[in-house]
């Protein structure tokens, strides 16, 4: 870790020691920021470290020559930073409301390693991005939730559900204040922030999607009867063949295109497509 920081503050790129220190610290914060103890860092120190690493990201662009590449890697690298965010949200939500699953299984925590799925969180965005897809999305290992445990099986589970999601329409929110109040110069920050709100957006839409095993599934699911319920739950180890038979006929995107471009004109004030 230390070794990792210092490679980072004497980054060539990054010019100003203020905002490699920020950015370092950010990376240290989700290395080693445990959401189980109730010692949390400060919300102005977190929000400094956030724009550190928005200027570093930035300072990173402008020193290497594969813009093409740095492209895909601020991609994955927001991704990977929301998609964590989403499925600890999740962990968080279960707890609280009676399940301590992903407690013990050591999910509660931001630190993306345990959260690393090889094909959701890194092959398949690159996948779309080789096959020229309009929309990138991917995704962490789901954390592991027992709906048995919750205190109100079928209300909990849709808030359980709902928490992932709604962090992300939480986080393109965030982002999207300094495009929207005119604070990013429009220069390549304001292109990473861009980048991040349509992310979570994307994000956000699609894990809402009624389709095993995506979050909508369960919210629908937890609507219904309970013998009804079950039947579609089990439709979750056939989920992914779904969802990849649905992007390869254009049916995901035509439902995703026109609802992104509506949250985009509330977030934003234009359309991103």
Sequence with gaps: MIHLVQALTRFPGATVSHWRLGCCRLIVACMEWDLEKTRLYPLPQILHALFGLVISLTSLWYCC???????????????????VIHEVCHGIMALRLG???????GRLTLNPIPHLDPFASVLLPLFLV?????????????????FFNLRNMKRDMALVSLAGPGSNFILALIFAI????????????????????VLNLILGIFNLLPIPPLDG??????FL????????????????????????????H??????LNFFSQILLGFSII
């Design 225 to 252: 009867p309970s013998n009804m319920m079950y039947r579609i739950l089990e439709w979750e180890r056939f989920g992914f063949l779904i969802i990849i038979f649905l992007l390869f006929t254009g049916i995901i």
């Design 130 to 146: 080789w096959a020229g897809s309009p929309i990138i999305f991917g995704a962490a290992k789901p954390v592991p939730v027992n």
């Design 65 to 83: 020559n594969f813009v093409n590449t740095m492209e895909i890697v601020i991609t994955l690298l927001i991704l990977l930073f929301s998609a």
């Design 99 to 105: 399940d301590d699953t992903a407690k013990l299984a």
């Design 178 to 197: 300094p495009i929207r109040m005119g604070l990013a110069d429009g220069g390549i920050a304001s292109l990473i922030l861009m980048q991040a709100v």
């Design 254 to 259: 035509s439902v995703l295109l026109p609802v």
């Design 217 to 222: 599934s369960k919210i629908f699911a937890s």
